[in-house]
């Protein structure tokens, strides 16, 4: 059991910056990866970026070289900084993660998400 509790979402200006941030608690073996998906209005959900264990790391088309994605993993949180914000990145973003249980089982959690809006 695995709870993804995602923040700093917000309104933001084209060409600003944000940061969010997600916080894992519950229970598991080892975290395989965390990351971010969003879905923005009328469109299907897409990933954003996604980082396994050890650093490697994985981003969507559209935000590489804006956005940058980083954990904390002592903290067992992840970060996504996104630079350079244009209108289309307006999105409910959702934390996931995969994690390994106990019983070397991969379960996979989403967070409820939180909304970014770019718009002036």
């Known amino acids: 059991q695995v709870q993804l509790v995602e923040s700093g979402g917000d309104l933001v200006q084209p060409g600003g910056s944000l940061r969010l941030t997600c916080a894992a608690s519950?229970?598991?073996?080892?975290?395989?990866?965390m990351g971010w998906y969003r879905q923005a209005p009328g469109t299907q959900r897409e990933m954003v970026a996604v980082?396994?264990?050890?650093?490697?790391?994985a981003y969507g088309d559209s935000v590489k070289g804006r956005f940058t994605i980083s954990r904390d993993y002592a903290k067992n949180t992840v970060y996504l900084q996104m630079n350079s914000l244009r209108p289309h990145a307006t999105a409910v973003y959702y934390c996931?993660?995969?994690?390994?249980?106990?019983?070397?089982?991969?379960?996979?959690?989403w967070g409820n998400g939180t909304l970014v809006t770019v718009s002036s």
């Open positions: 996931h993660t995969v994690v390994r249980t106990f019983h070397r089982a991969d379960m996979t959690y």
């Open positions: 519950g229970s598991w073996n080892r975290i395989m990866s």
């Open positions: 980082q396994a264990r050890g650093g490697g790391t």
